[in-house]
């Protein structure tokens, strides 16, 4: 069940697998609490539990909104890739994108031999299989 089908069906009082979390930002000495798990260019992803926190610096809002979209399209659509809980603005230059933090090890790592290398690859290709199989048309109309 998709956190959001689970909040929708518990606002309706009807069966749902938990009670959905919901809250409305965070408060900015909680950023110093959480896990750096990565860092792009313009983003960090920290981890707080079982959430991965990717915080936009300087990005406009409508942008990581659609970033989010294109994700429960992607969950929807059967790629493993995190479940969405929500966007939230934590100050003026600074965005939250919170889904599920999914524990693991990256494909490609540094310190891998030919065999666990080659192994990767097959990964990717059969992620990137999987991706051409999906129709994406509509993708931004369905997404909400």
Not at 11 to 32: A, C, I, K
Not at 79 to 102: F, Q, T
Request: proline content about 4%; overall charge positive; aromatic content about 8%.
């Amino acid at each position: 069940m998709t956190p959001r089908k689970n909040a929708r069906d518990a606002l309706r009082f009807q069966s749902n697998e938990r009670m959905p979390m919901v809250h409305f930002g965070f408060w900015p000495e909680t950023l110093q609490k959480w896990v750096l798990e990565g860092q792009g260019a313009t983003t960090k992803i920290y981890r707080d539990g079982d959430r991965a926190i990717k915080l936009h610096v300087g990005a406009a809002l409508d942008d990581v909104e659609r970033e989010a979209m294109l994700q429960e399209f992607a969950v929807r659509a059967g790629l493993p890739v995190p479940g969405v809980y929500g966007v939230r603005r934590i100050d003026e230059s600074r965005i939250a994108l919170e889904m599920a933090y999914i524990a693991g090890t990256p494909l490609l790592r540094k310190d891998m031999d030919k065999q666990q290398r080659r192994d990767a690859q097959m990964a990717f290709v059969k992620l990137q299989c999987a991706m051409y199989a999906i129709d994406v048309k509509g993708a931004d109309e369905g997404c909400h």
